[in-house]
């Protein structure tokens, strides 16, 4: 039992509310509203995503850390009901047969380290008052009491790098766009990631929307910018709306405007959405964009910080790294730098998906190793498969065996090895997951992306997607391999950009890490995955078969025949080998098996 006050969490980030959050907090309060609860003042809040997507909607009770798991509208009186009596027990964690009521006694949350996290998941993102009383505008305060080459010389000690992928030093970055005497600056937010399953920004702007503007009147005035753009993805609609509802309450509190909390510095901003084009996440295709044009990157002797956005200097930060410059104003560079590695300072937030068993938004500091995320923090494999690999990076990073699963993550280690760190998208892949295809589809993706200006990246995407296609549905020959890694090298060597430069890593590093698979697909003709649908046909092993019917109700094409607790056949003449049988299959009963010439 508890007195005084009590607020209820509610994780309304973009997953919890697909999974139905906003009914949960709904009923909750209607709970609420007809209860009398004695000696307590309950508010329900609705909050960004708490990080743990694969457990949500997930509900937290402050100040006393008490943290329910996927909760569901039917949950609301026993969730009231325990403000006043004992713990949910089946909405808690629960791991070796034990149940845990706090979030620190859960791996995912008790093993990172929030930096631009910190206020994600506790704030309500509509509320300036609740970032306030979370120490947000602390920086700016400080700040605007400092000369820019002070505030700049606070970002260098930080050691603070670009986390859209780059690793740039934000504070050279910055130092060298207030050099220039040429008026007006701009200062832009990059808020276009369209990498597949990454969705690091765009919840850091639904659930903290202040600590990016924030950023980003500190980083105008290091520079002299009066003028600000967020550039955000069109597709990330509920971003798009807690900045402009944050922007707006920044206006009525004299954050932004003609005077700076009553300074006479002033900083405007607008939000510009994206135009639907990967390449617009690379600097100077989106600041085209911004500007009406096609979003087409240009050579880079021409440098943003002098000829930017509207020909003029110009600061360009991901979304990440400008919510990162409150803590380093308040707190000190000094203290930021304390995190992470040597080269790699303060923390990193990636997010994690694919067959981890907790996927979801995860902050840990720099050069932690990719065994803590996926086994520690993650929870390991589904199913306790085999580890395979995990892409890192976006669809233009590389493929990270298991023999390499102690690197650590951080700016520099993971290129020597042919990826990178990117913007922190992570998908992990287990033995079921082809390389060759996994290839494919990331090339597949990059060649639709690829803006066509350059030859290198247009006709070496074209080029290495016909070659992929053709061995991953059985007309690989000798010499693929080899053309595939020439024309891979070519494009590193050649391309205009970072887009066409780095989309051969997956190839590379898939050739590299499981050239295997490739000889296995040209020679032999077989897909050792059983992925690849052309070179593939399933069976089901009798001694393993239970009956229970799963695959059965699983196979899209009805191939699957057999009486209930007997051993079910499938039928190979109306198989099309789509796998949904052997996911279904909790007893490891279908083989893969070589498809017949």
């Not at 702007?205 to 600590?211: L, N, T, W």
């Amino acid at each position: 039992m508890i007195n005084g006050t009590e607020k209820i969490l509610v994780c309304c980030g973009t997953s919890c509310i697909a999974n139905g959050a906003l009914d949960v907090a709904d009923a909750i309060e209607q709970e609420l509203a007809a209860r009398d609860i004695n000696g307590v003042e309950v508010c329900v809040t609705r909050t960004g995503c708490s990080g743990e997507c694969e457990q949500g909607p997930i509900v937290r009770f402050m100040p006393r850390d008490l943290m329910y798991y996927r909760v569901t509208v039917r949950d609301a009186a026993a969730i009231v009901d325990s403000l006043e009596g004992e713990p949910v027990k089946k909405l808690l964690f629960k791991k070796d047969k034990q149940f845990f009521e706090h979030m620190d006694d859960n791996p995912f949350y008790a093993l990172q380290h929030k930096v631009v996290l910190k206020d994600v998941g506790i704030i309500d993102p509509l509320s300036l008052d609740d970032y306030i009383a979370r120490g947000g505008y602390e920086g700016l305060k400080r700040a605007l009491k400092m000369t820019p080459d002070e505030i700049i010389t606070e970002v260098e000690k930080s050691g603070l790098r670009g986390k859209g992928g780059a690793g740039f030093p934000t504070g050279r970055k910055w130092r060298t766009a207030a050099g220039y005497d040429v008026f007006p600056k701009y200062i832009v937010c990059n808020g276009d990631e369209g990498d597949p399953g990454a969705f690091m920004d765009g919840s850091t702007m639904e659930g903290s929307p202040h600590a990016v503007i924030e950023g980003m009147i500190i980083g105008a005035l290091a520079i002299g910018a009066e003028e600000g753009v967020l550039y955000i993805r069109d597709e990330y609609a509920l971003a798009r709306d807690h900045i402009q509802h944050a922007i707006d309450d920044a206006y009525a509190a004299g954050i932004l405007g003609e005077s700076i909390l009553g300074t006479d510095h002033k900083l405007d901003l607008s939000i510009v959405r994206g135009g639907g084009a990967f390449v617009c996440g690379e600097s100077t295709a989106l600041m085209a964009s911004i500007e009406g044009r096609v979003g087409e990157p240009r050579a880079k002797y021409i440098r943003s910080v002098q000829r930017g956005l509207f020909d003029n200097p110009t600061v360009l930060n991901n979304v990440e790294s400008l919510a990162s410059i409150p803590t380093i104003l308040r707190d000190g560079g000094e203290k930021y730098a304390e995190i992470g590695t040597d080269n790699s300072k303060g923390t990193k937030v990636f997010a994690m998906v694919g067959k981890v068993k907790h996927t979801g938004l995860v902050e840990v500091p720099m050069g932690t190793t990719l065994r803590t995320l996926i086994y520690d923090i993650g929870g390991g494999i589904i199913g306790d498969r085999p580890f395979k690999a995990i892409q890192t990076g976006g669809p233009s990073g590389g493929c990270i065996p298991e023999e390499l699963l102690d690197l650590p993550v951080d700016f520099d280690t993971l290129v020597e090895y042919g990826a990178m760190m990117g913007s922190g998208g992570m998908i992990v892949m287990d033995d079921r997951s082809c390389m060759v295809e996994v290839a494919r589809y990331y090339v597949d993706f990059l060649c639709e992306e690829s803006c066509g200006k350059c030859t290198p990246c247009r006709e070496g995407l074209r080029q290495m997607r016909a070659i992929l296609t053709d061995i991953c549905e059985g007309r690989g020959k000798p010499g693929d391999i080899e053309l595939l890694e020439r024309i891979g090298h070519t494009m590193q060597d050649a391309s205009l950009c970072a887009l066409g430069r780095t989309a051969p890593n997956p190839v590379l590093t898939t050739i590299k890490f499981f050239r295997d698979e490739y000889e296995a697909h040209i020679d032999g003709k077989e897909c050792p995955a059983g992925v690849c649908a052309k070179l593939t046909q399933f069976a089901i092993d009798p001694e393993a078969c239970t009956g229970c019917g799963m695959c059965m109700r699983a196979c899209p094409a009805g191939a699957i025949s057999g009486d209930r607790r007997e051993p079910h056949v499938i039928d190979p003449h109306l198989c099309i080998a789509c796998g949904s049988c052997r996911e279904a299959c909790h007893f490891d009963a279908v083989l893969t098996e070589r498809r017949p010439a």
